[in-house]
């Protein structure tokens, strides 16, 4: 239910139950939080995200996956400034041992496994919003633009002698498969052999077939203005080890950063983030067994 904020606190909130957590919705900001709720003990920042599909030690990442920042948030234009770990705002020891704690194998596997028990009971309760979109994982080349492909439909699209960025206002807000983007620019992907050797595949609206989501841990780049080039995304990513772009510290993936980004899976990114925080909280309760 709805509750008043403190004098000098703007935001809105609603307060409910996460198992037996008692949890607070900031509306907008949660910066003031604390001057409503002094006894709170973690603050979780939620949302969506565009994932680096490609990170170290050979992992990929998929849409639909979620990103855990564990080492803080590079901020300012993706310029890199202090990490939250080098500032006086940096985790406490509790939250940084809870962070480990999640990476060991039983803690890991059974976070993975509590994400997708509560995504498919979220998806019953939301419905379609919150469902696999039912449209193929693509991922282009990184140079490859998202703009009109077929020759004399774009005087703008089409010019090569203009910046390579340049696009319509038209493109910007269509599909691939409007656009004619080029299949054969398409990058392959281990991760959907990998889970289907594994029998971790599963069917979503169409009889499409794809991985269940998986969570992934590293630094988060947050910026004020959206990503939306491959190859920027691969030269930051590589220059600063991260592994999503944009505002959040706990999102589910819905794009992979570049041109192509589509608005088609932000609600089950959306859902994949919400049944991933829950789980996180589950083990957030029980953080004193081992892991």
Not at 130 to 138: I, N, R
Request: aromatic share 6%; hydrophobic share 35%.
């Amino acid at each position: 239910m709805p509750r008043l904020s403190a004098r000098g606190d703007a935001n809105a909130y609603s307060t409910g139950m996460i198992g037996k957590h008692a949890v607070v919705l900031a509306a907008s900001s949660a910066s003031a939080c604390a001057l409503s709720f002094p006894e709170i003990r973690l603050a979780l920042i939620v949302g969506i995200c565009g994932g680096v599909p490609f990170m170290k030690q050979d992992k990929e990442i998929l849409l639909g996956d979620v990103a855990i920042s564990d080492d803080g948030l590079v901020p300012n234009q993706f310029l890199r400034k202090d990490s939250i770990l080098d500032s006086p705002g940096k985790p406490g020891a509790e939250i940084t041992a809870f962070l480990s704690k999640l990476k060991g194998y039983r803690s890991n596997r059974c976070l993975h496994d509590s994400t997708w028990t509560h995504l498919l009971k979220l998806q019953e309760y939301l419905g379609e919003p919150s469902f696999h979109p039912g449209v193929e994982d693509k991922l282009f080349e990184p140079n490859y633009r998202h703009k009109r492909q077929i020759p004399g439909t774009c005087e703008i699209c089409l010019e090569k002698r203009i910046a390579r960025y340049l696009v319509c206002e038209t493109a910007l807000t269509s599909t691939c498969e409007e656009l004619h983007c080029d299949s054969g620019k398409l990058m392959s992907r281990k991760r959907f052999a990998a889970a289907a050797s594994r029998d971790e595949l599963t069917k979503g609206p169409g009889g499409l077939v794809h991985p269940r989501p998986m969570v992934h841990f590293g630094l988060i780049a947050s910026g004020d203005r959206v990503m939306k080039s491959g190859e920027d995304c691969d030269i930051i990513a590589k220059r600063e080890n991260i592994i999503a772009f944009e505002m959040e510290g706990v999102g589910g993936i819905c794009n992979y950063a570049d041109s192509h980004k589509s608005e088609r899976w932000q609600g089950y990114a959306a859902a994949t983030a919400a049944a991933c925080t829950k789980a996180l909280l589950e083990q957030w309760m029980g953080r004193g067994t081992r892991s």
